[in-house]
């Protein structure tokens, strides 16, 4: 019995982390509607490990079932992304101040520093590496000041964002820019300067949340053709 509810629980994570991937990738975007059925062709899955998958992927917000419809991707509820950024602010700079007070710099600050001084423009992440250094750099400074709640909290805020975030580093000048005010802020903070380390920070949140606001279900519908590959969940038409 307990061999048969852990081999469950395992179909049921790997449906979940397939289809969290699916919606990170653009392969199901905001709006798109698709079955029970869909998910568990595709996955070979049955029909308890999916709905578990679905169940828990509705509870953090990333899907709704529709009556007698399915489900779908949650729209994007523009609104919530702007209050997410207000408080991801607050938290990264109170981090700020916290790593400053200490009494010694944290390892991670040097690793940090070292990622985002190449030697050489050529040395720069490219792609999705830059996009995950980028959202580990946040995390990282977050977790170094050690407070495991903000931590905690703070992830929970980067995970939902990730999907809208990562638009942002389609645009060459964004990354570029990225790594400047990464540099900058790193500066002020081995610096001690606090107050300026949160500020040049802010500054740098603030370039991307206006990044965010420019995006339309049109760039998001582009990126999506541009990012999909191999075999996909066929979204119903409406």
């Not at 179909?11 to 699916?22: F, Q």
């Not at 029970?36 to 709704?64: I, K």
């Not at 980067?158 to 400047?180: G, K, N, P, Q, S």
Request: charged share 35%; net charge neutral.
């Amino acid at each position: 019995m307990a061999t048969n509810t852990k081999r469950k629980e395992s179909m049921a994570d790997r449906v979940y982390e397939a289809l969290k991937d699916d919606i990170f990738e653009f392969r199901l975007i905001p709006g798109d509607k698709f079955s029970e059925g869909d998910v568990g062709t595709r996955l070979n899955a049955s029909r308890t490990p999916v709905r578990e998958a679905l169940y828990r992927l509705q509870r953090e917000g990333y899907v709704e079932v529709l009556f007698r419809s399915g489900w779908q991707v949650k729209p994007f509820d523009f609104r919530q992304v702007e209050e997410l950024y207000d408080l991801r602010i607050t938290l990264e700079r109170a981090a700020m101040h916290k790593i400053c007070g200490l009494d010694e710099e944290p390892p991670a600050i040097r690793t940090l520093t070292a990622i985002w001084n190449p030697d050489h423009p050529s040395e720069r992440a490219v792609g999705s590496t830059v996009r995950a250094l980028d959202e580990s750099f946040h995390c990282d400074l977050v977790a170094a000041a050690g407070n495991r709640e903000m931590t905690r909290i703070h992830r929970e805020i980067t995970d939902r964002l990730r999907i809208i975030r990562r638009l942002d580093f389609t645009r060459d000048d964004r990354v570029d820019a990225t790594y400047v005010e990464h540099a900058a802020i790193l500066e002020a903070l081995r610096s001690g300067m606090a107050t300026e380390a949160a500020d040049r920070l802010t500054h740098h949140i603030r370039a991307s949340q206006k990044a965010v606001r420019e995006i339309t279900m049109e760039r998001i519908r582009e990126a999506a053709e541009a990012h999909r590959n191999g075999q996909q969940i066929a979204p119903q038409t409406p």
